[in-house]
């Protein structure tokens, strides 16, 4: 097992991981941040239009490794 630290950014406020999470790979890693940004972007709509949502995961020496972000935009089209 691997220690991961996953730090997120919804535009607004920063949550710096200190405590990590250990899974099996990079790629459970990736997978993690993935699953977490939908459910982060729609707890903050419709606060957050047009700013991203980031995730950056570290590995154990806390060196940035992966990064994903989301941003949800909307408009009427007429």
Known sequence: MTLFFFDINDGGHA??????????????ARKAALAVLAPIARDNLPD???????????????????????VFSEGWID
């Not at 239009?49 to 989301?70: E, Y």
């Open 15 to 28: 949550i710096h991981d200190d405590t990590g999470t250990e899974l099996l790979n990079r790629d459970e």
């Open 48 to 70: 957050n239009l047009g700013r991203p949502v980031t995730v950056t995961v570290r590995d154990g020496t806390k060196r940035p490794i992966f990064r994903a972000s989301l």
